[in-house]
């Protein structure tokens, strides 16, 4: 199968198709073949290398290639023995740690949704990772209660 792979830190031309073996799955996964995913600002960081000056820089060894991406969505194709809540054909989306630029993904059971009718997998593509990141920021740092309103000043972009 093909992914593409950073193979050298720096502009988006060192990005590289690679011919990779599909991933085996553990009892917990399932296998997705993508069919959307998107750029993440830590996509970019690790790609030009900021991220080797970040305080983040222990969470993310570097070992080239190394193939980007965190939002998957697409279809499934396998469950491993112990999934039960998804079944080949169904539509999901979620997140991998890394590695989502890639025509087949291993994804834990837990960090996948069905993907609601109403949105493309392009939309779907988008929406794991920022979504992730605007409920951190309003519930976990925020600390937003139910009942409870906010202003968002100046909201652009993913987020």
Known sequence: ???IALISLGIPEVLEE???PVPTLTDTQVLVEMRASSINPADIQ???????????????????????????AGIVKEVGEKVRHFKPGDRVMGLVPMGSYMDYVAVEEDHL???????????AGAAPAVALTAWQ???????????QRILVHAGAGGL
Not at 51 to 70: C, E, H, R, T, W
Not at 113 to 123: C, G, H, Q, R
């Open 137 to 147: 920021a309003l519930f976990e740092h925020g600390r937003l209660q139910p009942r």
């Open 46 to 72: 690790m790609r030009n290398g900021a991220i080797l000056q970040s305080p983040m820089a222990d969470k993310f060894p570097v070992q080239l290639p190394i193939v980007l991406g965190f939002d998957v």
């Open 1 to 3: 199968m093909k992914a």
């Open 113 to 123: 949704a069905v993907i609601p009718e109403s949105l493309s997998f392009e939309e």
């Open 18 to 20: 690679l011919e990779v």
